[in-house]
């Protein structure tokens, strides 16, 4: 016991974590959406109606996170979760993909 005590406090502690060469900071955007209503809908349909309705959401998701070059981190039951501008840069601005249709 008296010898693994002082081992321990011989003990370095460990380096900072280093960064990556190609990480940098940048702002993005990250969206969080989700279906007005959902859960009184999924309620009142079949099990089969409501995976019907969140396969075409999370399709129409999708789709526009795309058009805005953004990225889809996750689907969670009728939300999702995207960001814009990370990993990669993008040619828009991240805010952009939260502006109201042209």
């Known amino acids: 016991m008296r010898g693994q005590a002082r081992r321990r406090s011989r003990a370095r502690p460990p380096p900072p974590p280093t960064t ?6 940048r702002p ?5 959406a989700d ?3 959902f ?3 999924s ?3 079949d099990p089969e109606d ?9 399709r129409e998701m999708s789709e526009s996170i795309d058009r805005y070059e953004g990225f889809v981190e996750k689907f ?3 939300a999702v979760m995207a960001v814009f501008g990370a990993p990669a840069r993008t040619r828009t601005i991240p ?8």
């Open 20 to 25: 990556a060469p190609d990480s940098d900071r």
């Open 43 to 45: 309620e009142a349909l």
């Open 28 to 32: 993005v955007t990250v969206l969080f």
């Open 39 to 41: 859960t009184a809908l």
């Open 76 to 78: 969670v039951g009728d």
């Open 50 to 58: 409501v995976r019907a309705i969140q396969g075409d959401l999370f």
């Open 95 to 102: 805010s952009a993909a939260c502006a109201p249709p042209s």
């Open 35 to 37: 279906l007005a209503g």
